[in-house]
């Protein structure tokens, strides 16, 4: 009795978007990177095309984080130096560099100029090859500032400027057509205003293939449960033609992860049956990202070196194609 | 799902007599088809129609439960493809594999009854012991399956493809339900009889979808668990879908039964992704072999996340809550009774390493925002709570610490509580910052 395959009919398919320039292109990375453009759901080879491999960035940020002690074996050599900690997440495994500006938070004692960020990013450009996102403090104004001054800084080279939100993307949006780079666009784990974000920012210009969005993925645990639903119907939505659901999708995982209690406890902060925090931690990043994949992720932000080991090589097994 | 009103009406006896309840045959399979009666109230229904009514009602995957006592597991009866269609029902089942030959199974059951992991108020362990017929003895087998009854009440899943060996330790431990596991092309008869005979539930193993589907056809057994036979990842997640797809949209009946699947990867952290991706694409069971708990940890949180109810907001039990050794100079934070939202700040709370207590106020679940809006999370209702509440008691002070965002409250509930309002961030994550600022 052969069975009959199911197969959901779709028309759409998701946007491919591409991060980074080579020489050829422009620009000065080793390497570009290719994200989304599936015609069907995650994994599922059977029923469309699946053209591109979910893709891994790592964080680096320009001052000193308040990581788990557990980071200072891998980046306590760096931690003062961005340049360094990003030649560092390439030998990591990062395929591309996520660097925070935190460090120009207008709120800080010495917060750092437009100027003082523009020249960093060229710095981090010189030293990798991997395609760079940058994300701006999180203060509108300065946002603004900062990233117009990394987009002239980065001309050419196709980078992705974050975080571009409702009440606060028409100056991001605006530096990112300035110097062709993608924008990242932030909806608050809500449908609605993804589209909706999507449809504001193509408006002002920005072409919808550089475009990627951040349905601000929550941690394993704390709510995730609500970016994968979220994130599932946002890839339905895309396959069932409309066409603002289409942008790929990057997950927070490593920050949302490690922002939560369970991969930092140790001793008697730990709960009942936890265990060790070093492998606990670990797992604990990588189920968050590895559960996101599962809704369509096509770029995870991840931060432990071996929580990065362990979430390529579950890739590598998704990727194999399936077949009937 | 199933059947319209009006399908079901053409299969009613159409008299009207209204024995049912409900004034006609046309208004009674409406209500049959919203599921809002039962094919019993009729008493004038023929045999033809009651069945092919059955079968059209019925569930598009069957519900199937095995283990005994307190420790019975239920598992299938799904009803959609994704969570937010309407909700997932019957969490996975997480299994570890033993050895029967293994000189140390005494000492896994022990290590598996001893995983309990604790974490934001719920209580999360493994599901049962699948015993492997490793040693191809049907002595052995049957020994390892009473050692395993004797130390633990979870389920068992016995795994042999022996029938007579099936049958030693199927027999002996009968009154615990266990999960056969498996039929096959070459011992189906055999093994079907054993499980009609200690009347436990089968798992069928195909070599693909199609003979998975044919073997399914030819057991002639209903409690049934299915194995496409997969083991790859991605072939897993194809099959697992496939068999969700046809069973839920085309009610494809050989495959309306739950699923079962194995990990493969030897290094423990890659098999709990493993099981973390056959949990997400619908499997019912999931047997792996690591006990690692700092891993079990996140695997559990996964299955709880997934298959948390989408229509419902999940709310925490409205009090005061102590984190850490609390005294009377403890600092009292109030944040809503949504879930996520109290357990976020209390985790936040509990990271300041400040003895403290937290109040979940009752917003019937929303979030703080929301509740503020709908008027649940406002001076006028935390007021007067505050004012009579036990945590008058538990310090001695009078100033409580609001989420930055409904900052504009603080009048009104310290008008209302006598209480002195100290405005928090709005952002629970930066609760470190702010007591280590305004606390310390």
Request: proline share 6%; aromatic share 8%; hydrophobic share 40%.
């Amino acid at each position: 009795m052969p069975v009959e395959i199911y197969k959901d009919k779709f028309t759409g398919k998701g946007q491919e978007v591409i991060l980074g320039a080579t020489k050829e292109q422009g620009g000065t990375r080793a390497y570009t990177v290719k994200m989304g453009g599936s015609s069907t759901l995650p994994f599922l080879f059977y029923e469309g095309e699946i053209p591109n491999r979910p893709v891994i960035a790592m964080e680096v940020w320009d001052i000193k984080p308040e990581w788990n002690p557990c980071f200072e074996q891998y980046y306590g050599d760096v931690w003062n130096d961005p340049v360094a900690w990003a030649k560092k997440a390439e030998e990591y495994g990062a395929e591309v560099i996520y660097l925070r500006l935190q460090g120009a938070d207008p709120e800080l004692e010495n917060s750092k100029s437009p100027e003082e960020c523009a020249k960093l990013v060229k710095d981090v450009l010189a030293a990798t090859g991997a395609p760079l996102i940058v994300e701006g403090p999180g203060q509108p104004d300065k946002d603004n500032d900062v990233l117009q001054a990394v987009a002239e800084a980065a001309a050419g080279e196709n980078i992705a400027l974050g975080v571009a939100e409702k009440d606060n993307y028409r100056g991001i949006a605006a530096a990112a057509m300035m110097g062709r780079h993608c924008i990242i666009g932030r909806s608050p784990v809500d449908i609605n205003i993804l589209k909706q974000l999507n449809i504001m920012i193509t408006e002002m210009g920005v072409p919808i293939d550089k475009v990627i969005n951040d349905p601000m993925t929550s941690s394993l645990g704390y709510g995730i449960e609500y970016s994968y639903s979220t994130m599932e119907r946002a890839r339905w939505g895309a396959l069932i033609g409309d066409k603002m659901m289409t942008p790929p999708v990057i997950c927070l995982a490593g920050p949302e992860a490690w922002s939560k209690k369970e991969p930092n406890a140790v001793g008697e902060d730990a709960g009942p049956g936890w265990g060790d925090q070093r492998d606990r931690g670990i797992m604990w990043e990588a189920m968050t990202a590895a559960a996101l994949l599962q809704a369509g992720g096509d770029l995870v932000l991840m931060r432990h070196p071996e929580a990065v080991k362990l979430v390529k090589k579950q890739i590598d097994a998704l990727m194999v194609p399936n077949k009937y | 799902m199933g059947l319209t009103g009006l399908a079901i009406f053409k299969l009613l006896p159409k008299t009207n007599c209204g024995e049912c309840g409900v004034p006609t045959c046309l208004a009674f399979a409406m209500a049959l088809a919203a599921g809002k009666a039962t094919l019993s109230q009729c008493p004038y229904v023929s045999d033809e129609a009651r069945e092919a009514l059955d079968s059209a009602t019925a569930p598009p995957i069957k519900l199937v439960k095995f283990g005994s006592g307190d420790k019975v597991l239920e598992i299938g009866d799904e009803q959609v493809i994704f969570r937010h269609d309407k909700t997932f029902y019957h969490p996975t089942g997480i299994f570890i594999e033993v050895a029967d030959n293994d000189a140390n199974l005494a000492a896994k059951v022990e290590e598996i009854n001893g995983i309990s992991v604790e974490r934001v108020g719920q209580k999360y362990e493994l599901d049962g012991v699948a015993v492997a017929n490793a040693s191809g003895s049907a002595d052995t087998f049957r020994a390892a399956a009473e050692a395993v009854a004797g130390k633990t009440d979870k389920a068992i899943i016995l795994i042999s493809e022996c029938p007579t060996c099936m049958e030693a330790a199927a027999s002996a431990i009968a009154a615990r339900k266990p999960l056969l596991y498996a039929a096959t092309a070459a011992n189906y008869e055999k093994m079907v009889e054993v499980a009609k005979k200690v009347a436990a539930p089968l798992a069928v193993k195909g070599e693909d979808l199609s003979s998975l589907a044919e073997l399914v056809a030819k057991v002639g057994y209903k409690e049934l668990v299915i194995d496409s036979g997969a083991r790859q990842i991605s072939q897993v997640i194809a099959d697992q879908t496939q068999i969700r797809n046809s069973s839920v949209k085309k009610r494809f009946r050989p495959f309306g039964y739950p699923t079962i699947a194995f990990t493969t990867e030897s290094d423990p952290a890659m098999e709990v992704l493993e099981a973390q991706a056959f949990i997400s694409k619908y499997a019912s069971i999931v047997v792996l072999k690591t006990v690692k708990t700092e891993y079990l940890t996140s695997l559990f949180s996964w299955r709880a996340n997934l298959y948390t109810d989408p229509q419902k907001p999940i709310a925490v039990q409205p009090g005061v809550y102590p984190y850490g050794a609390v005294n009377a100079d403890s600092p009292v934070y109030i944040t809503t009774n949504f879930s996520l939202t109290f357990y976020s700040v209390a985790g936040e709370v509990e990271g300041t390493r400040i003895p403290s207590y937290l109040i979940a106020f009752d917003t019937d679940g929303l979030s703080v925002m929301t509740a503020w809006a709908g008027g649940k999370f406002i001076g006028e209702a935390i007021g007067p709570w505050l004012k009579d509440s036990d945590i008058n008691q538990k310090v001695n002070h009078k100033k409580i610490i609001i989420p930055g965002g409904v900052a504009a409250i603080k009048g009104k509930i310290e008008e209302l509580s006598g209480w002195e309002v100290l405005v928090g961030p709005r952002d629970c994550t930066s609760i470190g910052s702010f007591a280590k600022l305004r606390l310390s």
